[in-house]
């Protein structure tokens, strides 16, 4: 029976995506639930060339037999949320909590339109912080009120708490990154909630006590996307050279690129109570590592990489991305845990 949480470590897209659809396939959880602000999120999940992107739906709907609950911390768009269970054939074992919020076509509209969150922010669009600020005023609709999501109601703390007691693996996916955290990040540039592992913990009414891991996903190259400070950032130019180019999964938007920063992963690790960290992106460090699956096949490079991010942080890395499919992966987890 074990609890783990995974949640990004810098500014969000860090791959959460891949490494949580990874863990669905080999540790086969009975329970992949989301926490995280709403259907800003964009995660990505690749598997032998089928490329999905998912907003409300977690990312482990790859493995078959999980169900997939959202909790009631999560904002929901009830267009997005029907459409994807929909379109991933996920009717039967989807279920969210009755009292998430819902995000309204007004919502959106200010979203999009607001000279503060638009321009200066550079938010999503999606309606999140406007949703947030009905919830906080006590007026925001929950999915309890809404027919269309009627079939899919349930009581996500109460599932996830009982299936632990059964002695089931239940894995907890966040969104966004540290540095979008309405507390501890680049405020005002930032989402608009907490988005560290407690918040998401609480997002799906998981009490501390019950949490056993916490997997904070780096990129080896953060990113940035919308307004606000990114301490080692890269020219366009410079990322354009490394062979580095991103573009949002939700937005569509160009991806800022910055170079590894210890000293921000280190209080990131900190603050989320990191007990392991997921390293993605390897191959962008060093072409040689692309769907690499072994350590003694990554490069000298790479394995000095690895060595320094633990020296920077104080956590063991006991995943390496080498690609965005789910199988290009080291799983050191065996050793090091
Ligand atoms: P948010 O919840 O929106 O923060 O997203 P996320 O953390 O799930 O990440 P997202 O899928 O938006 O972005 C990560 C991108 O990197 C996707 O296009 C992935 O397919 C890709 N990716 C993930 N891991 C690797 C990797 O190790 N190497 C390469 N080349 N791409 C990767
Ligand atoms: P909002 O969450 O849409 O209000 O956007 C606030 C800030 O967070 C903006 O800078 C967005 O670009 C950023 N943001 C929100 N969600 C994500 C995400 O999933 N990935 C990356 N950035 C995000
Ligand atoms: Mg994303």
Redesign the pocket.
């Known amino acids: 029976m074990v609890a783990t949480i995974v949640v990004?470590g810098f500014w969000?897209?860090?791959?959460?995506?891949?490494i949580i659809s990874y863990l669905s396939m080999k540790d086969l959880p009975s329970i992949v639930a989301r926490g995280?602000v709403g259907p800003n999120?964009?995660?990505?999940v690749?598997i032998d060339g089928q490329?999905f992107?998912v907003r409300m739906i977690p990312?482990g709907f790859i493995y078959e037999k999980a169900k997939l609950l959202i909790g009631a911390g999560v904002l929901v768009d009830p267009k997005v949320f029907l459409s994807e269970v929909q379109t991933l054939k996920v009717e039967k074992r989807t279920k969210l909590d009755y009292r998430c919020a819902i995000i309204e076509e007004k919502h959106i509209e200010e979203d999009k339109s607001d000279v503060h969150l638009k321009g200066k922010i550079g938010t999503t669009g999606t309606g999140c912080g406007p949703a947030n600020v009905d919830r906080v005023k006590r007026i925001a609709k929950q999915a309890k009120d809404v027919e269309q999501l009627k079939n899919f109601l349930t009581d996500v703390p109460l599932e996830i708490n009982e299936a632990l007691d059964r002695g089931e693996d239940v894995l907890v996916e966040g969104?966004?990154?540290f540095g979008l955290s309405l507390y501890y990040g680049t405020y005002p540039y930032v989402t608009s909630k907490d988005t560290t592992a407690s918040a998401i913990a609480s997002d799906v009414g998981l009490g501390p006590t019950k949490v056993d891991e916490v997997i904070v996903?780096f990129k080896c190259f953060p990113t940035r996307v919308g307004g606000g400070p990114f301490p080692t950032e890269m020219s366009q130019e410079d990322a354009e050279k490394l062979g580095i180019v991103?573009y949002?999964?939700?937005t569509g938007r160009r991806r800022r690129i910055g170079y590894w920063d210890g000293k921000f992963a280190r209080y990131s690790a900190i603050v989320n109570g990191a007990t392991q960290i997921a390293l993605?992106?390897?191959?962008?460090l060093d072409k040689e590592c692309f769907g690499v699956r072994e350590w003694d096949k990554l490069t000298y490079k790479a394995k000095k990489f690895v060595e320094q991010v633990e020296d920077d942080v104080k956590v063991p890395v006991t995943l390496i991305?080498?690609?965005?499919d789910l199988k290009?992966i080291v799983d050191l987890r065996r050793e090091k845990c």
Do not use: W
């Open positions: 990004g969000g897209d860090e791959g959460k995506g891949k995280g999120a964009g995660h990505t690749e490329k992107g990312s969104t966004q990154g996903v991103e949002g999964t939700v993605t992106g390897m191959d962008k991305s080498t690609g965005p290009q």
